[in-house]
């Protein structure tokens, strides 16, 4: 939080000066989270266009079809958050599994990843690194991290580029590491 993920990711799709296309998994399932989403709205650029995926962000991304060649989904934790509590409905969380929630976000990303290559969107997804922090008491949050965990791995495994934010850098992880397999 605070890190300039999301600032970040607009800045990149600012330089493409290519049409852009929002897609945003936050809910506004309070005031303050409310007053998160408002202001991220306010900080777009007039012409982007916005679509509210929460879920099925395939999908969403699918009928918003227009002349946006670049897409930023912003957030992959919240999509994953998003994800166990459907999976989870009025129960505990913990009641669900790691693998129904895997399973559950497989197909969230290749939903996502199939469009994107269906339409040539320049895709920038946004997401926390959440397996550099302490390890959680509560099974639910142990199997989110993992399944996050999983999805990053996924995701920066087709991506040209990853960066982590770190107070406001960006550092860019290829370069650090060995090279791609």
């Given at each position: 939080m605070r890190s300039g993920k999301s600032a970040f990711a607009e800045q990149l799709a600012m330089q493409s000066g290519r049409p852009v296309l929002f897609v945003a998994t936050a809910q506004a399932l309070d005031?303050?989270?409310g007053a998160r989403i408002a202001a991220h709205q306010a900080a777009r650029p007039a012409g982007w266009r916005t679509v509210e995926a929460p879920l099925d962000v395939g999908t969403a991304v699918a009928g918003a079809a227009g002349d946006e060649q670049v897409a930023i989904l912003d957030c992959i934790t919240l999509l994953v958050m998003n994800c166990l509590?459907?999976?989870a409905g009025a129960r505990d969380l913990d009641v669900v599994s790691?693998?129904?929630l895997q399973k559950r976000v497989d197909q969230e990303l290749a939903g996502v990843l199939d469009v994107?290559?269906?339409?040539?969107?320049?895709l920038i997804v946004v997401s926390n690194e959440v397996g550099m922090g302490v390890i959680p008491v509560v099974p639910s949050a142990r199997h989110y991290g993992d399944v996050l965990g999983r999805a990053n791995q996924r995701l920066a495994g087709v991506a040209a580029a990853v960066y982590l934010m770190v107070a406001g850098i960006p550092v860019d992880v290829?370069?650090?590491?060995?090279?791609?397999?």
């Amino acid at each position: 939080m605070r890190s300039g993920k999301s600032a970040f990711a607009e800045q990149l799709a600012m330089q493409s000066g290519r049409p852009v296309l929002f897609v945003a998994t936050a809910q506004a399932l309070d005031d303050e989270m409310g007053a998160r989403i408002a202001a991220h709205q306010a900080a777009r650029p007039a012409g982007w266009r916005t679509v509210e995926a929460p879920l099925d962000v395939g999908t969403a991304v699918a009928g918003a079809a227009g002349d946006e060649q670049v897409a930023i989904l912003d957030c992959i934790t919240l999509l994953v958050m998003n994800c166990l509590v459907e999976l989870a409905g009025a129960r505990d969380l913990d009641v669900v599994s790691t693998a129904a929630l895997q399973k559950r976000v497989d197909q969230e990303l290749a939903g996502v990843l199939d469009v994107v290559r269906e339409r040539r969107l320049a895709l920038i997804v946004v997401s926390n690194e959440v397996g550099m922090g302490v390890i959680p008491v509560v099974p639910s949050a142990r199997h989110y991290g993992d399944v996050l965990g999983r999805a990053n791995q996924r995701l920066a495994g087709v991506a040209a580029a990853v960066y982590l934010m770190v107070a406001g850098i960006p550092v860019d992880v290829r370069r650090l590491g060995p090279p791609p397999r």
